[in-house]
């Protein structure tokens, strides 16, 4: 591929990144009105936008450092979005706080997403650490702090889709001991993180 067109896919791919990640912060504000409620809490959870910048981000493919930088941009047109629907409909919700958070939080999520296929596999459990972290901190936060007000399903299915990227991973690429360990306890770790912080804000 010609460097020309290189940097013209690259920007492409910045285009769709940030278009999306607009267009999912403002549908995730009407989801909270029509998704079924054994997984309404996705439009209203840390979770759903991780899902989100994740899922965007892998299809990008773009280098770490890049992801980095669409990782917070991503957080932060997430956050726009939904206070841009709050607005559509008459109501006002500050982006600031978590427009914040996700300029800190935002880069970890995008260069984990893109260590996920690096060929280092000590980057590619980090990365697997982190997100299957943010996920299972999410569950068990949902599951624990939160199982009165909402349905158990979505804290269960996040868990889940967690616990089995970080199995694939194990299978398909994270076979030495010390690396899989590395992922295994990382992502414990990241978990407990994740509720610290999650606690210390409110949760959402």
């Given at each position: ?11 492409t791919?910045?285009a769709?990144?940030?278009?999306v ?7 995730t ?17 840390a ?25 917070a ?40 997403t ?11 459990a ?7 972290g943010?996920?299972?901190?999410e ?12 349905s ?22 994270l ?20 509720n ?9």
């Amino acid at each position: 591929m010609k460097p020309a067109d290189r940097l013209s896919g690259t920007w492409t791919h910045v285009a769709v990144v940030i278009v999306v990640s607009f267009l999912s912060g403002m549908l995730t504000f009407f989801a909270q009105g029509f998704l079924p409620d054994a997984v309404n809490s996705f439009a209203n959870s840390a979770s759903g936008w991780t899902l989100v910048t994740v899922l965007v981000l892998a299809w990008a493919r773009v280098r770490p450092a890049f992801a980095a930088v669409l990782g917070a941009a991503s957080f932060v047109l997430l956050t726009l979005g939904y206070s841009a629907s709050a607005h559509l409909q008459g109501l006002f919700y500050d982006p600031r706080l978590f427009a914040v958070v996700g300029v800190l939080v935002g880069p970890f999520v995008g260069i984990a997403t893109s260590w996920l296929r690096a060929e280092s596999v000590w980057k590619a459990a980090a990365g697997t650490a982190l997100l299957s972290g943010i996920g299972l901190g999410e569950g068990t936060y949902g599951l624990t702090r939160v199982a009165d007000t909402t349905s158990p399903v979505y804290w269960t299915l996040v868990g889940v889709i967690a616990l089995g990227l970080l199995v694939a991973m194990l299978i398909r690429r994270l076979r030495g001991v010390l690396v899989a360990l590395l992922a295994v306890v990382g992502t414990g770790a990241t978990a407990s993180a994740f509720n610290v912080a999650y606690n210390a804000l409110g949760g959402v």
